[in-house]
């Protein structure tokens, strides 16, 4: 079996896998920082115990999509992944901290 000859670096860089990229860090990594802030927060609010989890889920929407316009607004894809990524990881430290 032969293999075409592709330029991947060209493949890889191009405007559909581009937006690809970006869609699947809104997506998943979008949902990971939504996820941390919502446990971080459930954790910290004075609240009850079910108040603060209900408050925390209510605010994770705009968290979400938050990251959302943010994974398509940084001038390239990679720095989409890393930064959802860092702050995910950042919140999570902070929920492992406070817990």
């Known amino acids: 079996m032969v293999l075409p000859n592709i330029n991947w670096r060209a493949f890889i ?3 559909p896998i581009n937006i690809m990229s970006r869609s699947f860090a809104a997506i998943f990594a979008g949902y990971l920082v939504a996820a941390s802030a919502c446990g971080l927060l459930a954790l910290i609010m004075p609240l009850s ?15 979400y999509a938050a990251a959302a316009i943010w994974a398509f607004s940084v001038r ?3 720095q989409a992944w890393r930064d959802l990524l860092l702050i995910s990881a950042i919140l999570y430290i902070f929920i492992l901290w406070v817990n």
Not at 49 to 63: K, N, R
């Open 76 to 78: 390239t894809s990679w």
């Open 13 to 15: 860089s191009s405007q």
């Open 49 to 63: 115990a079910a108040q603060s989890t209900l408050t925390a889920m209510m605010l994770s929407f705009s968290f």
